[in-house]
């Protein structure tokens, strides 16, 4: 094969080359692959259709969509016509009825691929449906109570989920609005499960912006019915205003917004900012601070804890899992991307200077968080805050190259400035310096990748101060972890920091910087050590070393230590973290830099010196490796891998005379000692130098090895016989097993030189293979041969150097190739050398293979021949030789895998294979040109390497035939025999672990350069290892979808054979291999399914051995566990049946660990076992979209060969499905006969009930046996299958009543149309043209009639009309007493009266109750069941009262039984189901039960005992739950008319009266509220009720009672989206923050009340009389605390305001410590809430007027805490103003006559200052400087007494300087980890006032204390800030005390 020229590439292989990187044309076979392309993706298109067509989706559809993704990973492109026609056709197939899950996850996840780029797909080209697949998740995701829902089907939902979220560009322009009509109908605040389901839609499925072209960028349709997303932007603001205390809830909506502000930056449309108002990003900005949940606030007792959070706490945790499966709506992307990328695209330039609101909003937020990034604030917030400026930062980057794209649709008025850029980084900058040190490596990572963008960014600004922080880190011997983050953070930044065009600074410091790595390559500390060769890699990728300096005058010395003697960072200062510093290098020129750089280079010679020694030093230092499996996950074992990849990076780089340097110290330290431990480091060492130059390295290295392997072996080494893998090594043989190491790895990649030691390498090789015994000897002997075979006929790069070879070798280039470090690789252009091989390497290669493999393969062979004839005298030399001999076969079989495919001789190989697979549509696949050696037929070296493959595939054969027989025991050679096996099935050309391995260094390699928007921007050396890799995935592509031979099928039943084996260790590596080997052929599970189930049927025969049999149980068993083997067992109907019986069939195997291996194989398989097909309902769209595919590909019409062939596989599918119909009945009647055998034990008959359950389905007809043996489960002993009955029951009388609504129609079934005959569809304007609220809610005050129900009908939905009500909702009518049911499905029938028999039996009953009412266990809680109430419901449902009287007596026993958990628990249980079932009785019978049921009910109520009210709470709850409330109205009239008596001692009485309310009032919702209503005067009534556990349930009733008051009930989405665009809230939500009319009577009445008994408790002497306060206070605290801690905002806003100055007053009274408890918990939780706004304003003004008014100084106190949560929590929603307002008076507090007060001022203080006022921080200085200057007065003793003398005016001087010093002071302590301008003069004067009076004293001593705790580990740094003289002031108070002073 010769090497591509640039023009003799076909132009169809440069089309198809549309990826960033021409992959094709790297190839060095790119001429041979014209049409290709082409060719495959019109077979596969012709195929796919005709499968369609044809209905066979199973295996043919699912084989040809297989081989779709194949074709794209093989990088092949797709034109983007087709691409849109195979993502509809496979779009729409997704969601065909009937279709198997599996088939639809497949489905789902190629249609992805193909639609997820925008730049090969736009909307434009395809238009998706958004209901199909809303409605499939909708399905899986929100099933029916008594849906049946399979584990393995919700685990396909990831893949529809995903799909969602690709699709949703494509939807069209109208789908906005049907989406809105859809989902905002359905939004309700009940439960957060509704309403978090409705959101992720939201985010799901809802076009951000409007469709547009996406290569124009025009928009699509100008005059569609689309709507903008600024008409709707309003209504989602109000959506989340509404809810609070959900992370989740935040998370989505962030990101939806997020994705709006990137996708409508260039959107015409312009509010404030964008799409925004200033509101809106503010309101962002707040939640971005919840998001960060930080510590904040002091605590009232001086505590260092903080005493709040900006964050939900655990709240929020509670909140989100209460939503349930809702949350697999989640988007998946980190919540801080989501918020950096809308702050990114938000800032946009504004006004003549180009200045950013949202960038002002963003420094502000860094300015207030940059504390908790230091490392000595370290806590759980620190990954969050360093992950967010590391996506600040990327997703700036990507806007930047984005925007500095041709083809930018972003106006450039809105395009970010340089000056923009400047300042976000300048902002970014001090977090970046702060947390490169972090405390672990998670926050490490994240700056560094910061940083890494910040270099990219803008250079000049962060590599100076970067630098001048990692010098003295490199430099410093005591702190290790600062020199591995500095390490790192060099290894990520090399590229930009030395790329000389983007920084020409850079480059001179690439020498000392080396240097100062280099001894962190150091075995003591394996982690810095990878990380020093991690960033020598990434810096000399670009950089080729070679010393420029011969041409360059003096000028500047370097030293070896790494910093330069004219010191160039000595004037590098770092300024703090002052905002307005900038901090740049004064920049030379250009020309100067590149001089500088270029007199770097003179070092470069002795740092390659250097760090050769420091791999040799490693090296040496190695630890002994006792056992190479166990190694491989080490540490150590990731330095030596390190180590290989930095020596290839280094020795690719190296100059020719740097090349012979190394060379020479190589050779000198591995001919000078032999170390055992480093024997295959020093390989790889030589491997990695001998691939730079193979000739020179050849010359010196080979003859070395061979000269001293020839010593050593004519020694005697090598001589002594070990077998065994794992035996050490003897040591007299390190110096054999040395050089034969090096010797097999320089040969490695020699290629054409390999020729030059044709004769020597045939003559050492010969004397290695007959004299080595040892193990490792002759492996690698056998090594040799492999690499030397890989060397000729494998090709490979040649050299991944960072230049291509024509600039390598040019000379004048590389002259001045300093000017282009950094420089990457064209990834259109990579050039890369290949190794191709030559006849003349061919024929050495064959050459070897007759001298070596073929001569083992005669001997092995003849040892078979006579090995079969009896047995030899000595097993462990026949072993050895067996071994030594097989060793060779199996490496010189993996060296020449690339020699050539195996031909297929056997014709009918392809056909069998096809009916194997059971369709006709699976046909051999197209075998890839992957450049093997021989591929000319008429060859003669071609047909004798076909030869030498055939005979070792049928030696292979034999061998394992004969070790299987006649020496299973010899395992060291049967596993070589194994291995060879695998290598021959498995390997055409390259095996997998090496291809991963390739992928895997590749991809950490490039995970350290990679940037977004820089496609391939990688060093050349990357861009050839994946132009290898590509060449590696071809080759392994030709491994797939093989057609099978004789030889073939023979090595798979050995595999078989030994799978079975009775040596564990041979059982497991036979079974890996057989589940490897069997993926690649098609059809192989039909040869190995069968005989592996057969060996589970077998049992025991007389003469069997016990031991074996039980051997092969387990290897069979084992088998069934590898997914590829179980997979069929679950989908094809040939085999299931099989797999079902005989798994149930193996109880005669008593073993433990065979019993335990079936129970695993159970559980896999039900786990795995998915809702099967069928039959398929296919839409005509899929046929006609089939058709268009198909049409591409053929011209001619009629009954063409194609037709025909249609017809054929419609024929075999239609054939194969009535097979596997009849397969599934035969199984359920063998399951049946099974579970009604006697004599099955009882875990297995659980196990083929349980199995039976899984084969139950909707589409069948229900069968009576089955209904038989469920009817005799539900009745059985044993609760386990007890448990199954009742499912079993429950699925079968619901399917049956499916069947019977959809009259025995499969497809209605099948594609969930299924209709209640009741159920009807209702239009709102038709059905109340004069509706409102009141006239809705008040039919809900009214008993059930008919004209009630005429008027409005049964709506179950709570959801419905709460929010907005959709044109058309669905209700239900009532059925008459003269209705019939619809007749029952004829072919369930039988079923059904199986059932009807047994539920109108009473002794049926008396035997159910009974089993029904027994405890669980003791060690498990007996919960409310709620299987049992499904089953009661189907049962009633279908049975209405018929049952009724049967179960009755047996009822009212378990009713009356009220001292038994269990009775009780089943008598609710069975009560649920009942009530639930009436919902669609006639009236008369429903009334006729509730007729007898409500009196026994009221019983049982009043007899409700603290253990059983939980069973009768979940009672009330099922059966008012989603009902509505006219259904229920007797059991809402018993609960309602329970009044609450003051008079009562029974506490418990009372309070289960509230609870049983609590429960029917969070149930029936809004619905209800006519009925509660006057409830909550009676409690307000109530409310100082003297028992505690009433009182906490009454104020939960309360809070229940106004958390539903509010209700929005909109007539239409047109009004919703109106009325909240013109909410006067600034489009930030709108919701009520008033009292409503009905409430406020009620709370102004109870806020005069506790006014009145708040007097007169202040006034009372005993504490009795103080009861009727704290009491009232208590429930109300109690009403507040479960408001403030629910996610409802509505019904708790309007009473904080009204309450929040008493609940200071409760505070404060001291005779009820647990009041005061309460009060503070409550104020936290109020300060901690989320608020609109409009409410943000007056709570400030709340603070300010406590602070202001408060007579009491312990509740000025309190109040300021608070004020730090609300104040740092509330930043960016309140306006300058208010800021202004609260500094104010927290300034005034400072002059408060309580020091106390004073105290926690100027804590409050110094927070807000640091937080937002950084502006007003002279002011503050000038202010508390002007009081400190105040002179106090002498103050003198009286002379008698001795007590001082006050002097007037004194106290209120001292007052005044204290505040001064208090004032400072909180300066000082707001930035404890720098040092500001102004801070050392504040110091000094603090400093002067030491002598002052006690107060001031302590308060300075502190300050100093804190100052000194603080800056010590900086101290060095900050003392330049200060001057002599002040240093001096300082002296005395920032030295440590010392004890001994």
Not at 799 to 808: F, I, N, T, V
Not at 1241 to 1250: E, G, I, L, P
Not at 1553 to 1580: F, Q, T
Request: glycine share 4%.
């Amino acid at each position: 094969m010769e090497v591509n020229k640039k023009d003799d590439i076909p132009d169809s292989v440069v089309k198809d080359d549309q990826h960033t990187m021409s992959y094709y044309q790297a190839l060095p076979y790119a001429k041979l692959l014209d049409g290709e392309a082409e060719t495959w993706l019109n077979e596969i298109c012709t195929n796919l259709a005709m499968c369609v067509q044809a209905r066979d989706f199973g295996p043919g559809a699912a084989s040809w969509v297989k081989r779709l993704n194949s074709y794209i990973n093989m990088k092949h492109s797709i034109p983007r016509e087709t691409r849109a026609k195979l993502a509809e056709l496979l779009f729409q197939m997704t969601f065909m009825p009937g279709l198997d899950t599996a088939l639809m996850d497949a489905w789902a996840s190629t249609c992805v691929r193909l639609i997820r780029k925008s730049k090969y797909l736009g909307p434009e080209d395809l238009v998706l449906p958004w209901k199909p697949l809303y409605d499939a998740i909708d399905w899986y995701l929100f099933p029916n109570t008594r849906q049946k829902s399979l584990l393995a089907d919700s685990k396909h939902l990831g893949s529809l989920i995903r799909l969602l979220e690709h699709a949703q560009r494509f939807f069209p322009a109208s789908a906005t609005q049907e989406i809105l009509d859809e989902l905002l109908p359905q939004f309700s605040t009940s439960e957060i499960r509704d309403a978090l389901r409705v959101i992720g839609y939201l985010v799901l499925l809802l076009p951000v912006s409007i469709p547009r072209n996406s290569q124009t960028h025009a928009i699509l349709n100008k005059d569609n019915d689309g709507i903008h997303p600024k008409e709707f932007l309003p209504t989602l603001f109000s959506l989340w205003s509404m809810i609070t205390n959900s992370p989740t809830c935040d998370a989505q909506f962030v990101e939806l917004l997020s994705r709006m502000a990137e996708q409508n930056i260039s959107d015409e449309y312009t509010a404030e900012i964008g799409l925004f108002n200033h509101q809106q990003v503010k309101y962002i900005f707040t939640v971005g601070m919840r998001m960060m949940n930080l510590p904040v606030g002091s605590q009232e007792n001086g505590g260092s804890r903080p005493g709040g959070t900006t964050g939900f706490g655990s709240n929020g945790q509670r909140t989100d899992l209460k939503a349930g499966n809702a949350l697999a709506l989640r988007h998946k992307p980190e919540r801080f991307r989501s918020l950096a990328r809308f702050i990114v695209y938000t800032i946009i330039p504004e006004g003549p200077k180009g200045e950013s609101y949202v960038m002002k909003l963003l420094t502000e937020m860094i300015q207030a968080t940059e504390l908790y990034y230091h490392p000595s604030n370290h806590g759980t917030w620190t990954y969050s805050l360093t992950t967010f400026i590391q996506h600040l930062s990327v997703e700036f980057l990507k806007r930047w190259r984005s925007e500095e794209e041709e083809d930018c649709p972003t106006p450039q008025e809105r395009r970010l400035t340089l000056e923009l850029r400047k300042q976000f980084v300048l902002t970014l900058r001090p977090l970046t310096y702060l947390s490169m040190f972090g405390k672990d490596h998670f926050v490490i990572g994240a700056t560094e990748a910061t940083m890494k963008s910040l270099a990219w960014l803008e250079p000049g600004l962060i590599f100076p101060g970067l630098l001048e922080r990692i010098y003295p880190s490199l430099e410093t011997l005591t702190e290790t972890h600062r020199t591995t983050s500095a390490l790192g953070i060099l290894a990520d930044v090399a590229l930009p920091l030395f790329s000389r065009d983007h920084y020409p600074a850079g480059g001179k410091h690439l020498m000392p910087l080396l240097h100062l790595a280099t001894p962190g390559v150091d075995m003591n500390d394996p982690l810095k050590a990878i990380t020093s060769l991690l960033f020598i890699t990434s810096a000399l990728s670009t950089v080729p070393i070679r010393d420029l300096t011969t041409n360059v005058g003096g000028g500047h010395s370097f030293s070896a230590g790494g910093g330069y003697s004219n010191n160039y960072t000595s004037d590098l200062r770092y300024d703090g973290m002052d905002m307005d510093s900038v901090n740049e290098e004064n920049e030379l020129p250009r020309e100067e830099e590149d001089n500088l750089c270029k007199a770097t280079t003179g070092e470069m010679e002795e740092w390659v010196a250097k760090f050769l020694r420091r791999v040799f030093t490693v090296f040496e230092n190695l630890p002994q490796i006792h056992n190479q499996k166990k190694q491989n996950g080490s540490t150590e074992t990731g330095l030596t891998s390190m180590l290989e990849y930095a020596c290839d990076t280094v020795f690719g780089q190296l100059s020719d005379d740097l090349y012979d340097m190394a060379l020479r110290m190589v050779i000198d330290f591995i001919s000078e000692q032999v170390l055992p431990n480093a024997i295959h480091a020093a390989g790889l060492l030589c491997n990695s130098i001998a691939s730079a130059n193979p000739a020179k390295a050849a010359k010196r290295l080979i003859p070395l090895c061979i000269n001293n392997i020839s010593i050593e072996l004519e020694n005697g080494a090598g001589s002594t016989m070990t077998n065994s893998e794992t035996s050490t090594p003897i040591q007299s043989d390190s110096t054999l097993h040395w050089y034969q190491c090096i010797l097999y790895y320089v040969v490695n990649k020699l290629g054409p030189d390999l020729l030059n030691y044709k004769k020597d390498i045939v003559n050492i090789l010969h004397e290695m293979v007959t004299k080595c015994k040892s193990r490792r000897g002759f492996v690698w002997s056998a090594e040799l041969l492999k690499n030397c075979l890989g060397s000729l006929l494998r090709i490979y790069p040649k050299e991944r150097r960072s230049l291509d070879p024509e600039h390598w070798n040019d000379e004048d280039f590389m002259n001045n190739s300093h000017m282009i470090w950094g420089k990457t690789g064209d990834p259109k252009n990579v050039n890369v050398d290949w190794h191709i091989p030559s006849q003349k390497e061919k024929e050495f290669a064959i050459e070897l293979l007759e001298t070596f493999l073929v001569p083992s393969m005669d001997h092995v062979r003849q040892k078979i021949e006579t090995g079969e004839k009896g047995q030899p005298a000595n097993a462990y030399e026949e072993t050895n030789d067996f071994c030594r001999h097989l060793a060779v076969i199996y490496r010189g079989l993996r060296g020449c895998t690339s020699m050539c495919l195996d031909e297929n001789t056997e014709k009918d190989a392809v056909v069998e294979c096809a009916d194997d697979e059971g369709s006709e549509a699976v046909q051999e696949p197209r075998r890839l040109v992957a450049g093997y050696a021989f591929t000319d037929s008429s060859d003669p070296l071609y047909i004798k390497a076909q030869k030498i493959r055939k005979n070792i595939g049928e030696l292979i054969h034999d061998a394992l035939e004969f070790f299987l027989v006649k020496r299973e025991d010899d395992l060291e050679s049967l596993k070589l025999v194994i291995n060879m096996a695998r290598t021959y099935m498995d390997d055409a050309g390259t095996a997998k672990q090496h291809v991963n391995a390739t992928k895997g260094q590749y991809l950490y390699a490039k995970a350290v350069v990679k940037v977004p928007k820089a496609a391939k921007q990688y060093p050349r050396g990357l861009l050839v290892r994946r132009a290898e890799i590509h060449h590696l995935q071809r080759l392994r592509y030709n491994s797939h979808f093989r057609t099978r031979d004789s030889v073939h099928d023979a090595i798979l039943n050995n595999l078989l054979g030994l799978s079975l084996s009775s040596y564990a260790e041979i059982r497991k590596l036979s079974q890996h291999t057989l589940s490897a080997v069997a993926k690649n052929f098609i059809g192989s599970k039909t040869l190995i399914l069968p005989p592996i189930l057969d060996v589970l049927k077998s049992k025991l025969g007389n003469g069997d051995d016990k031991e074996q049999h039980a051997n092969r149980i387990k290897g069979s068993l084992y088998l069934l566990r590898h997914r590829s083997i179980l997979m069929p067992c679950l989908r094809d109907w040939r085999y299931v049946p099989n797999f079902v019986l005989s798994l149930c069939g193996a109880q005669h195997e008593d073993k433990p660990s065979i019993q335990e291996l079936i129970r695993k194989v159970f559980v896999d398989y039900v786990t795995q076992f998915n809702t099967g097909s069928f039959g398929v309902i296919v839409p005509e769209d899929v046929d006609i979209n089939a058709q268009a595919i198909y049409s591409k590909t053929t011209t001619s019409g009629g009954n063409t060969p194609g037709t025909i062939r249609i017809d054929l596989l419609k024929e075999k599918t239609q054939t194969r499905e009535s097979k596997n119909l009849e397969a599934y009945q035969q199984l359920v009647q063998s399951l049946l006969e099974f579970v009604n055998d006697p004599k099955v034990h009882w875990r297995y008959c659980s196990m083929a009930a349980n199995l039976l359950e899984l084969f139950i389905r909707p589409d069948m007809q229900q069968n009576a046996g089955v209904a038989s043996f469920a009817s005799e489960c539900i009745n059985s002993e044993l609760p386990p299958m007890r448990r199954i009955g009742v499912g079993i029951t429950t699925n079968m009388l619901y399917y049956i009543e499916q069947r019977t609504f959809a009259k025995g129609n499969r497809d209605t079934i099948l594609s969930h149309q299924v209709k209640h005959p009741l159920e009807r569809e209702f239009n709102v304007a038709d059905k109340n043209p004069k509706y409102s609220e009141e006239e809705y809610l008040r039919i809900y005050d009214e008993p059930l009639t008919d004209e009630n129900v005429q008027q409005w009908p049964l709506i179950d939905s709570e959801r419905a009309g709460w929010y907005v009500w959709p044109e058309v909702y669905k209700g239900y009518l009532l059925p008459s007493s003269s209705d019939t049911l619809p007749e029952i499905d004829q072919g369930s029938l039988d079923a059904y009266q199986v059932f009807h028999k047994n539920f109108t039996s009473k002794e049926y009953w008396e035997k159910l109750l009974k089993y029904m009412s027994q405890e669980v266990s003791r060690a498990q809680e007996d919960m409310f069941n709620h299987a049992n109430v499904c089953l009661y419901l189907s049962i009633f449902q279908m049975y209405q009262d018929e049952p009724v009287e049967a179960m009755k007596d047996n009822f009212v026993s378990l009713c009356q039984s009220t001292d038994q958990k269990a009775h009780q628990r089943a008598a609710a249980e069975l009560a649920a189901g009942m009530v639930n079932a009436t919902s669609h009785w006639s009236k008369e019978k429903a009334d006729k039960l509730w007729g007898w049921l409500i009196p026994l009910i009221e019983t049982t109520f009043s007899n409700i005992t603290p253990d059983t009210l939980i069973y009768w709470e979940s009672f009330v709850r099922v059966c008012s739950h989603r009902r509505d409330p006219r259904r229920v109205r007797p059991l809402i009239n018993l609960i309602l008319k329970a009044k609450v008596d003051p008079t009562s001692d029974a506490a418990f009485a009372e309070a289960r009266k509230l609870i049983l309310a609590h429960i029917l009032i969070n149930s029936l919702g809004w619905r209800a509220n006519p009925l509660v209503d006057p409830l909550l005067g009676e409690y307000m009534e109530h409310i100082d009720h003297p028992y505690k556990q009433v009182r906490e349930v009454l104020g939960d009733n309360i809070s229940s009672i106004l958390q539903r008051q509010w209700t929005p009930s909109y007539p239409d989405i047109k009004t919703l989206l109106r009325i909240n665009s013109e909410s006067e809230r600034g489009g930030v939500g709108n919701i009520p923050t008033q009292m409503d009319d009905r409430v406020a009577p009620h709370v102004e009445k109870l806020l005069v009340k506790l006014d009145k008994w708040q007097a007169e408790a202040k006034i009372a002497t005993e504490v009795e009389d103080t009861k009727t306060y704290t009491n009232a206070s208590k429930t109300t605290l109690c009403w507040l605390r479960q408001s403030l801690g629910r996610y409802r905002v509505v019904g708790t806003l309007p009473y904080i305001i009204p309450l929040w100055s008493r609940l200071f007053a409760m505070q404060e009274f001291h005779d009820d410590q647990d009041l005061q408890h309460m009060a503070t918990h409550v104020l936290h939780m109020v300060a901690q809430y989320s608020y609109p706004p409009s409410v943000v304003t007056k709570m400030v003004n709340e603070f300010v007027d406590i602070l202001a008014h408060s007579e009491s100084w312990r509740i000025r106190t309190r109040a300021l805490p608070l004020l730090q949560i609300f104040f740092f929590k509330y930043l960016f929603s309140m306006e300058s103003n208010h800021v202004l307002q609260v500094m104010n008076s927290v300034s005034s507090m400072l002059l408060d006559t309580q020091i106390e007060v004073r105290q926690m001022a100027a804590v409050t203080l110094g927070g807000l200052v640091r937080c937002s006022q950084r502006e007003a921080i002279t002011t503050v200085q000038t202010q508390y400087s002007e009081l400190l200057e105040i002179k106090l007065p002498k103050r003198r003793r009286d002379r008698e007494t001795g007590k001082i003398i006050e002097v007037p005016g004194f106290a209120d001087k001292l007052l005044k300087k204290h505040a001064g010093v208090l004032g400072l002071s909180c300066l000082v302590n707001a930035f404890p980890y720098e040092v500001p301008k102004w801070m050392p003069n504040v110091l000094c004067q603090l400093a002067n006032c030491m002598s002052d009076p006690a107060e001031i004293q302590s308060t300075i001593r502190k300050t100093f204390s804190d100052f000194r705790r603080t800056h010590s580990d900086t101290w060095h740094e900050d003392m330049s800030k200060f001057t002599e003289d002040q240093l001096s002031i300082l002296s005395d108070m920032l030295i440590s005390p010392s004890y001994y002073a």
